[in-house]
């Protein structure tokens, strides 16, 4: 089993519906979990933060986050075709908040079609 | 502006030769880390440096170098050692540890052995 897990793309999607991606993750101890978007040649930006079980809204992305079933998600509301890319999930494994690193997932590739 | 800097874009090598690629920023952060990302594939983490003067291996230091003699600065040196380097390589920086903090992302070098 891979320490960061995502769903399987490419996901595709018609502009203004909701993208829904996936992340589960093996360590139950992980406290820490961001999600990129990488545009194409390009290198990763920071879209979300969570560190706590529930629900993170800002603007037309939403984090969610259930620590006992392990997982991980981004919603994206009214979709653009902007928002093509690949979304990359990334969790603090191996420890708690004081632990260094981040593990990775392998990416979902998101297309938004007009 | 804030941020931070890699250089060159893109580098070319010859099998044998070493190459450094250099990572520079001023966000004032602490932290440093060095990603590889293959085509389809996440991120894996070479080397991380908490504070200046000291840095851990990440997953795949093998053929890999790096120092940390300033808190601005994070060079990273691709050894003759390294079997298969083409890759793009991403620098990265953090406030704090991974745990709690959130990681920001340079540009990117493209490194092709010729």
């Known amino acids: 089993q891979k320490e960061v897990e995502q769903n399987s793309g490419p996901l595709s999607v018609p502009e203004g519906a909701i993208a829904s991606l996936n992340c589960t993750y093996s360590?139950?101890?992980?406290?820490?979990f961001f999600w990129y978007r990488q545009y194409s040649g390009k290198s990763p930006e920071l879209i979300m933060s969570?560190?706590?079980?529930g629900d993170k809204e800002d603007g037309r992305f939403t984090a969610q986050l259930n620590k006992a079933s392990q997982y991980v998600s981004l919603l994206i509301r009214d979709s653009q075709p902007s928002d093509s890319a690949t979304y990359l999930c990334?969790?603090?494994?191996?420890?708690?908040?004081?632990?260094?690193?981040?593990?990775f997932g392998q990416g979902t590739i998101l297309t938004v079609h007009p | 502006d804030g941020g931070i800097t890699q250089s060159p874009k893109y580098l070319f090598r010859k099998e044998g030769q070493n190459v450094t690629l250099s990572c520079e920023q001023n966000?004032?952060?602490?932290?440093m880390y060095w990603y590889r990302q293959d085509p389809g594939q996440g991120l894996r983490l070479i080397y991380y440096?908490?504070?200046?003067?000291?840095?851990q291996k990440g997953d795949i230091a093998e053929g890999y170098s790096v120092s940390r003699e300033k808190k601005e600065s994070f060079p990273l040196t691709v050894t003759s050692a390294q079997k298969n380097p083409t890759a793009f390589y991403l620098c990265?920086?953090?406030?704090?540890?991974?745990?709690?903090?959130?990681?920001?992302f340079g540009p990117g070098t493209r490194l092709t052995v010729l």
């Open positions: 990265a920086s953090s406030a704090g540890l991974a745990g709690n903090s959130e990681q920001f």
């Open positions: 360590d139950r101890g992980s406290q820490s």
């Open positions: 969570i560190y706590s079980n």
């Open positions: 990334a969790v603090n494994i191996g420890g708690g908040t004081s632990y260094g690193k981040l593990t």
């Open positions: 966000l004032n952060h602490d932290a």
């Open positions: 440096s908490q504070i200046v003067n000291d840095f």
